[in-house]
């Protein structure tokens, strides 16, 4: 069960990141009864994206930093929490559309649940 201050949070933050107006989708490859892999989807995910700006790339850093709320993949069905090589589909509020993958994920936790997740990706 989650108690209240965590579930406060996370609708606090699903009503801002339905402000933004960027959405994403993960895919993660999983193995089908036939063998082969395919991807599982979990689409139309409100976030906050941050582009790093050609200045500010290192080499070896990721190219954006796109922050969640796990309601979404809870209501999905999505096996939580993202992880490492999953794909990241970015659909900016400007309509710029990138594609990228994973490179990690931190989780922040108010009271023992997870409340938020922050991805770096390589788009």
């Not at 993958?101 to 997870?114: A, F």
Request: proline fraction near 7%; aromatic fraction near 4%; glycine fraction near 4%.
């Amino acid at each position: 069960m989650i108690r209240r201050e965590a579930a406060s949070t996370i609708r606090a933050l699903d009503a801002e990141l339905a402000k933004t107006g960027d959405f994403i989708k993960l895919a993660r490859l999983r193995d089908a009864s036939n063998g082969q892999a395919e991807p599982f989807y979990c689409e139309k995910i409100p976030a906050r994206v941050k582009l790093v700006q050609p200045q500010e790339i290192v080499l070896n850093l990721p190219d954006s930093v796109v922050i969640i709320s796990p309601s979404r993949l809870a209501a999905r069905q999505w096996p939580a929490p993202p992880r490492k090589d999953d794909r990241v589909f970015i659909t900016k509020a400007d309509g710029q559309e990138l594609t990228g993958t994973v490179e990690s994920v931190v989780e922040h936790r108010v009271q023992g649940t997870c409340v938020r997740y922050e991805l770096t990706a390589k788009t």
